[in-house]
């Protein structure tokens, strides 16, 4: 039994009763076991699984829990389980609402749709606006902040953006009501429609809910909890791994847990079981010289090893990056047990580059994973588009690979098709109203960075020779001002498509249709055309066959992927919310820090402990400060269990940089020597 198995703090903490529990679970405590625990204790006190919320920070994290408590109670698979984003969004079809659920790099394409209509360039302002990319993170870290004023929260970040804050919330304000139109929602307006459920007293079916990564949670999903309205909540967390500050999360929740709830209970997990002592005494040494919230310290089970972690010091990094390859070449630990983690992405290309050249295999989390390369992506966008003809999103970036059609275009031919086809952009496609008028005169604002270049329609003469049905060549939408040729007749690609495809439901019928059309043929002559060019921008045709087959290959995987499902909905929202927990890879982990989170291995390289590098002090301002690097260093050092290194080089010859050691080894201990 899950009970049976805990410790006496665990065990303390699982049986709580019914009420507001916070457990602090410090790094490799059992907090898994514990949550395990409390789920089996629930049940065993007459608590039914479909009365029973788990909130995780990842789904696998969910599915982990789920499955060990099967094992003893069957029935616990009808525990509600997953990600704030999946559990809403599972919870809002079952309120049949209407919703296209997007990825936040899906939402950025049409986020820059709109972006692009104001040319900031006319206004003359001195200081330069944000990118519409880092305004989309803007806006979604404001969502998340919970605040009701976008203007107060922006002039406190950064007061000199404020002469264009005006022009900023009118795009929130367009974005915002596209969305609406096309049922379309990114993961922070998932969180937003369940809060808004919640708080018009929808029935609440759970007794507990249960949230994990307590401490990373961000006021949105903090208000989320309390629109619950939870008689009894149990929260596992550790403040002292709180390293989100930059993505919203706000350590303040964890903090202030016993003062806003008058009943809570705190229970503190402290014997670790991953570690040995002298990694622990590392560990305790740093984060002591945080301010600590509830008392805590982490204490050892293994027992010591003997072998205090070491030190490596070196003249560059280079030198630093070719050694931790040649240890790592000579080692007797697994490859897959062992990991190099880095404060930030700019160490990680060199020490790939090190580990490629002495044949290690490696994998990289955060490169390029399946589900985000570009032929999956577009593949999935045609698919989605085909399920919902609302679905601007998909339709924007699928004519990414159209030449000579922007984001913008794209949008406009996409609201024609709409009118055209009565709100259905198939139907404007196949069968257009073309009594309807479209490529209306734009407004014009000058405050909002809105300015009218829309010139009269253009003719269809230019496309008379190109072989088009006669159908296609009727719809409206080829009058469009700056239509290319090249752009008309990826248009026609994709109407043929449409046309083929309308008589088939089953998914394989489709997916069979869609590789064998001309539509994809081109997107992939397009993207093999792309990675196959040399530096002087020619195509070398050797790698251009290779590459065309790779994509292929690639491609026909997602089809093998689909014949599990029988209904193309279910396999798009699948692949959209569990897309970034697939595995990438074999070999060493090449990880920042805040990915090595929730991970161990036997074998742990922190590199670079230099300041400015880790600490570094320009990442860690605008989240939780120099707080928050500590905590990171905490992260870091509590992955490992069996062997630890800290790597510091005095000097970047590439940046040409004197190093000074990170402040966090002098906290450790360590005496450099000079």
Known sequence: MPLSKLNKEQYQAATAPFGHNLIIASAGTGKTSTIVGRIAYLLQNGIKPDEILLLTFTNKAANEMKERIVKVFENAKNIEAGTFHSVSYRWLKKLNKKIVLKTPKDMKILFKSIYDKRDFNRLGYEEKPYSANYLFDIYSLFLNSNSNSFEEWLLKRAPTQEEYILIYEDIFEEYEE???????????????????????????????????????????????????????????????????????????????????????????????????????????????????????????????????????????????????????????????????????????????????????????????????????????????????????MAFIHIFEYAKGIGSSIASDIFEALNILGDGNVIKGFLNPDTSKKVFQKKKTSYQLGLFDDFIQLGSIAKFKDLGFEEEFLSNPVLKHPKLSIEGAEFLYDFYKFLKKTKRFKNPNSIFNELINSSLLQKIILYLAKERSKDKNGKIQQELFEENTEKIKNKIKILGNLLKRYDELEKFINAMVLGASEMSEGRGVNLLTVHASKGLEFSEVYIVDMMEGRFPNIKLSKPAGGIEEERRLFYVAVTRAKDKLYFAFAKRDRIKNIEYEPSRFLIEAGYKIKE
């Open 178 to 392: 596209i969305k609406k139109k096309h049922n379309l929602v990114d993961f922070n307006s998932l969180l937003l429609r369940m809060i808004e459920e919640l708080e018009n007293g929808i029935e609440n079916p759970f007794k507990e809910v249960l949230v994990d990564e307590y401490q990373d949670t961000n006021p949105l999903q903090n208000r989320l909890i309390e629109a619950l309205k939870q008689n009894s909540l149990f929260c596992v967390g550790d403040y002292d791994q709180s390293i989100y500050a930059f993505n919203g999360a706000d350590i303040n929740i964890i903090s202030t847990f016993d003062k806003r709830y008058e009943d809570a209970r705190i229970f503190t997990l402290k014997k670790n079981y991953r570690s040995y002592g002298e990694i622990l005494d590392v560990a305790n040494k740093v984060i002591k010289n945080n301010p600590r919230i509830y008392p805590k310290s982490l204490e050892v089970t293994r027992g010591y090893s003997g072998e205090y972690p070491k030190l490596l010091m070196y003249a560059d990094t280079f030198e630093e990056y070719r050694d931790i390859a040649n240890r790592i070449l000579t080692s007797t630990t697994q490859r897959d047990e062992i990991a190099i983690l880095f404060r930030n992405n700019s160490s990680a290309d060199a020490i790939e580059a090190m580990l490629r050249e002495k044949g290690i295999e490696c994998k990289r989390k955060g490169g390029v994973g399946f589900f985000e390369s570009r032929e999956i992506k577009v593949t999935l966008d045609i698919l989605s588009f085909l399920i919902n003809p609302k679905d601007i």
